[in-house]
Antibody, heavy 119, light 108 residues
Framework: EVQEVESGGGLIQPGGSLRLSCPMS????????MSWVRQAPGKGLEWVSV???????YYADSVNGRFTIYRDNSKNRLFLQMDNLRVDDTAVYYC?????????????WGQGTLVTVSS | DIVLTQSPATLSLSPGERATLSCRAS??????LAWYQQRPGQSPRLLIY???NRAPGIPARFSGSGSGTDFTLTISSLEPEDFAVYYC??????????FGQGTKVESK
């Protein structure tokens, strides 16, 4: 499996915005969906958002209204637009692919990109 | 929200020993549970889906069991590369689903 490589992370002040991206390698519209999952330093995993090929999107309550997941079909890339960032958004963000036949799990993960929200 | 509780928090074992990890759900999730392995500095890797099905490429020493609220991941004989953190995840109420807090398997 080709591993996704996320980009766009970095240090940002509270209230700022960042956009993360990852290539949608191996994605098949009728078989897969794409998600972002994050992991705060030294902590466990937290699902953030999902995008289905039909365009449906869902968000964790903690980011709903601040984050937007979308894809650019021409570039075959997945994005996460993060606005009004908070200190507790600090985490490694993983791009993760799922299989519709096991909907809800993630079978291919990127290497992750670190987002640090701090003043 | 469905809460997953993993135990123990840390498991200290030697290579070749058997590891038994537990994941308990706050309500029935049927068989909708997965297990992931995360080695230090690496991304998570799917091991088991729907309680007992090994993901492609996962060695046979990894097995999962359980249904309802109680689930187990068993590593029959620990290899050096198996020392890692293991997470369970449920998809019964996907989205959002939820993850457990993790069990660290460390070398004794």
């Amino acid at each position: 499996e080709v591993q996704e490589v996320e980009s766009g992370g970095g240090l940002i002040q509270p209230g700022g915005s960042l956009r993360l991206s990852c290539p949608m390698s191996g994605f098949t519209a009728n078989s897969n969906y794409m998600s972002w999952v994050r992991q705060a330093p030294g902590k466990g995993l937290e699902w953030v958002s999902v995008l289905y090929s039909g365009g449906s999107t869902y968000y964790a309550d903690s980011v709903n209204g601040r984050f937007t997941i979308y894809r650019d079909n021409s570039k075959n890339r997945l994005f996460l637009q993060m606005d009004n960032l908070r200190v507790d958004d600090t985490a490694v963000y993983y791009c993760a692919r799922g299989q519709l036949r096991w909907e809800g799990y993630f079978d291919n993960w990127g290497q992750g990109t670190l987002v640090t929200v701090s003043s | 929200d469905i809460v997953l509780t993993q135990s123990p928090a840390t498991l200290s074992l030697s290579p070749g020993e058997r590891a038994t990890l537990s994941c308990r759900a706050s309500q029935s999730i049927y068989i909708y549970l997965a297990w992931y392995q995360q080695r230090p500095g690496q991304s998570p890797r799917l091991l088991i889906y729907d309680a007992s099905n090994r993901a492609p490429g996962i060695p046979a020493r990894f097995s999962g069991s359980g249904s309802g609220t109680d689930f187990t991941l068993t590593i029959s004989s620990l290899e050096p590369e198996d020392f890692a953190v293991y997470y369970c995840q449920q998809r019964s109420d996907w989205p959002p689903g939820s993850f457990g807090q993790g069990t660290k398997v460390e070398s004794k």
